[in-house]
């Protein structure tokens, strides 16, 4: 009993069990081997001194030297250890995965929120006034095939939030889809004022490689609302997707005022539009990492020209290991 508190104590004190499976089982194999051995090797001792192990009967072949009943006794005692090693480590394994699955479990239902959250936030009552309005404002100035062409792409945008809003993963493809027909919206909306660009790497098969549902078009819609529409000239948002360190690039980049001077302008443009949480999105891709296991980031830069002014915002989106 003694000896098995001695060995849980140095296996909590190595932090063991905090390691891979793999090198759990060969840490624990050798704690068992060299405590098994000092502890045979000190009780044969202690019995030596005493006169005890005169009185026990061993095989006569083992009864060579006192290494002698100490290899045998070793014997007897590994065994005994490696079973009740082996029952601690079966133990502790199938606990440590039912945490794991409940931590999962936990991730999983965050996620769901989260993503019904986002969801929210792309259908929300303003995005959806606002595009009625601005049709209303083309047929009242009988710009009735302007109204038609806006109309149509309005549709598909909603259409294509609906049917994408119940899926964990979407190929990157049809992310970039949404997001052409979220800014083909608002080109009709601004017009000259605001340039996009879509830059695509023709060598990347973007239906090949899956990305978490509703996740560019956030950014792609505060830089337009929070970057180029407070700028008096406007100014023009670039996508690129390329390959880079193994994994995909996404890159949203602005030639706005800046996430600094943005927040000057919050309280005036959020009467007219409301601001996607950039943080939910930002939180879905890291819960989505932890279940999925996965080497997704973002990262945000807050660009500077020459004189250390604000030269608008970049945000890189990497997904690594993302393909069928």
Known sequence: LAGSHFLRFLIKQF??????????????????????????????????????????????????SFWGEVIWAYYQTLTFTTIWTAIYFVVHYISNLKKTEYEKAALRVRLAEMETQSLRAQMNPQFIFNGMNSIKSLITKNENDRAAN??????????????????????????????????????????????????????????????????????????????????????????????????????????????????QYKAQYEATHQSKEIGLTQSRLELDKLLNEREDSITIIDKKNESGESGGTKVIITFKENRN
Not at 22 to 39: C, D, E, K, P, T
Not at 165 to 184: A, N, P, R
């Open 15 to 64: 932090r063991i069990l905090n390691n891979t499976t793999l090198s759990q089982i060969v840490y624990m194999l050798l704690l068992n081997a060299i405590v098994g051995f000092f502890a045979t090797w000190f009780l044969v001792w202690v019995m030596d001194v005493t006169g005890t192990l005169d009185k026990i009967s061993f095989p006569n072949s083992f009864r060579v």
């Open 150 to 263: 806006y109309l149509t792409t309005f549709s598909k945008l909603i259409r294509t939030l609906f049917q994408n809003s119940d899926k964990k993963e979407i190929s990157l493809f049809e992310e970039i889809e949404t997001g052409k027909l979220y800014t083909k919206l608002e080109q009709m909306t601004f017009g000259n004022k605001i340039d996009f660009v879509f830059s695509i790497d023709k060598a990347i098969d973007l239906k090949d490689i899956k990305v978490p549902a509703l996740l560019l078009q956030p950014f792609i819609e505060n830089a337009i609302w929070h970057g180029l529409v407070p700028k008096e000239n406007g100014g023009k948002v670039i996508v690129s997707i390329n390959e880079k360190d193994g994994g995909v690039e996404c890159v949203i980049d602005d030639n706005g005022i800046g996430r600094e001077l943005s927040k």
